[in-house]
């Protein structure tokens, strides 16, 4: 299965370097990336899936230099990270990544879960027709449940929906 990963507070809680691109600083946020820290049990939740023999993915809608750079900090072993504009595809919510990244790795629609924080990773998932697990853990807006085809609160949560889809 196809495992695509929403970066910024489902991975890793980024919300300091975050307060700085909303406000357009790209240089500052990047310098800030080693204050961040991964969520409790991402690590053991990326090792498990790798092992089960799934294929993970990073699309975000940061900088890939950004997201490669936490990859590298928190030590997550996800070899592959895509950034929107390096695709060639509109940011979220639109679902050109996701449609991409399927073609790219060879999936079907139905040989995929993507999980993410925020409504519109779950507009871009399910547009592409991609099923989508909302990452309570680091979510500010709660409606990212609102329509999700799995919900889970803690990382550790993710391991039983993957089994179970």
Request: net charge negative.
């Given at each position: ?46 090792t498990e ?86 990452a309570m ?29």
């Open positions: 299965m196809l495992i695509i990963l929403d970066m910024d507070f489902t991975l890793v809680d980024t919300t300091e370097p975050e307060k700085l691109r909303s406000l357009g600083q790209w240089g500052a946020a990047a310098g800030k990336l080693e204050e961040t820290e991964a969520y409790d049990g991402i690590q053991q939740v990326i899936l790798k092992s089960d023999g799934h294929d993970l993915v990073v699309l975000t809608n940061s900088r890939s230099s950004d997201a490669k750079k936490l990859i590298e900090i928190h030590d997550l072993r996800i070899d592959a990270v895509f950034y929107y504009k390096d695709l060639d595809v509109p940011s979220k919510p639109h679902p050109g990544g996701h449609r991409e990244l399927l073609r790219r790795h060879g999936f079907t629609e139905l040989q995929a879960v993507s999980i993410g924080d925020k409504a519109s990773d779950r507009q871009a998932a399910h547009g592409a027709g991609v099923r989508f697990v909302a853990w680091g979510a500010e807006d709660k409606s990212v449940a609102d329509g999700a085809d799995a919900v889970a609160i803690s990382p550790s949560q993710i391991l039983e929906i993957v089994k179970d889809l």
